[in-house]
């Protein structure tokens, strides 16, 4: 099978726009989990879709959304970006439930100028 | 805030030498896995321990797990070159759906 997909895989963006990234699971795979990781903050769970619904949410403010679609892929959006939301976006895709293996992809790489 | 707190925080080993690190937790747990991280790219899993497992294998890692205590370790032998990466423990809480709380990772350096 495929892995995890995870598109774009750079983008440079400024302070103020906003930015869409995209994630393509595993076949068969219905939960999308989506992390930040940054040097001084490390890896940090943001949300986690199932069945086209959000199940768990980290503490990340309102700027940070997602979205699944009925096909499992899923798309996280950020709006009016900051400096520090520069960061490696992480997606991670699992079969069906907590207790699974969690399988990532390689991340999309965002600065923020 | 970061629920496991790995140690030591770089390992400069040679190679053939074995490589052990150590993560700790603070809450129950439904699992704990490990996971190795080349140069900023994508986290590459490696095991995956059950709560109510004591140890497991595969092929040259060993992880052992340790719920009165709180903590697990991940011993690689026979180590490589190849092994040199960012090793991180993450725990999938009771109660908290598929959400992995990170440890602040191990940088493993093998030397030839």
């Known amino acids: 099978k495929a892995g995890v997909t995870q598109t774009p895989r750079y983008l440079i963006k400024t302070r103020g726009q906003q930015v869409t990234l995209s994630c393509s699971p595993i076949?068969?795979?219905?939960?999308v989990s989506w992390y930040q990781q940054t040097p001084g903050q490390g890896l940090q769970f943001l949300f986690e879709?199932?069945?086209?619904?959000?199940?768990n949410k980290g503490n990340f403010p309102g700027r940070f959304s997602g979205r699944q679609f009925s096909n499992s892929r899923s798309e996280m959006n950020v709006s009016t970006l900051e400096l520090g939301d520069s960061a490696l976006y992480l997606c991670?895709?699992?079969?069906?439930?907590?207790?699974?293996?969690?399988?990532f992809g390689p991340g999309t790489r965002l600065t923020v100028l | 805030s970061q629920q496991g707190e790995e140690d030591p925080q770089a390992l400069s080993i040679q190679e053939g030498e074995n490589a052990t690190m150590n993560c700790s937790y603070k809450?129950?747990?439904?699992?704990l896995q490990w996971y190795r991280q080349n140069s900023g790219r994508g986290l590459v899993h490696l095991i995956l321990?059950?709560?109510?497992?004591r140890e497991k294998h595969s092929g040259r890692l060993r992880v052992t797990l340790d719920t009165s205590k709180k903590s697990s370790s991940l011993l690689i032998t026979a180590s490589r070159a190849a092994d040199t990466a960012s090793y991180f423990c993450?725990?999938?809480?009771?109660?908290?759906?598929?959400?992995?709380?990170f440890g602040t990772g191990t940088q493993l350096k093998v030397e030839l």
């Open positions: 809450t129950s747990i439904n699992n």
């Open positions: 321990i059950r709560s109510n497992e």
């Open positions: 076949s068969g795979h219905r939960s």
């Open positions: 993450a725990t999938e809480l009771t109660g908290g759906g598929n959400k992995l709380t």
């Open positions: 991670a895709s699992s079969p069906v439930e907590a207790t699974d293996t969690q399988y």
């Open positions: 879709y199932f069945s086209e619904t959000q199940r």
